[in-house]
């Protein structure tokens, strides 16, 4: 399975120049507590870091700095793991895991944001696809219960 196919498009992201201010009340708009950052003009959204609720308590809430002197770019995470949506989900999940990280951008062809994959959304197919599996051992084992009552 290809991980453009399990990835929630539609992603949320943030141009870095913008302020923790604008940052926080994104995520509160939006309802998520992960931002993707690109470079303030890039129409693609070609992913240069992220942003997460942690950070933002961590870095900025915890040490008293005014949120509206501090930018993304001064936050954010830039060591990211970042997946081709033509990658295959297991692939990345294994990069996910070694890297410890829940949620990574998937990106385009050219590079440029098409949505994010959460271990979540992993573990969402996984059990979908392993109560298809259930589900059709039962339904073998009741056909063949039936062979031989029949």
Known sequence: ???????????????????????????????????????????TRRPIGVLTDRDLVVEVMAQRVDPDTVTVDDVMSRDLVVANETEDLSDVLQAMQLAGVRRVPVVDLRGGLAGVVAMDDAFDVITTFMCDITGAVKHEQRQERRQRAG
């Open 1 to 43: 399975m290809k991980v453009g196919e399990v990835c929630r498009r539609g992603a949320v992201s943030i141009a870095n120049t913008e302020s923790i201010s604008s940052a926080a009340r994104l995520m509160r708009e939006h309802h998520v507590g992960f931002l993707i950052v690109h470079r303030l003009g890039d129409d």
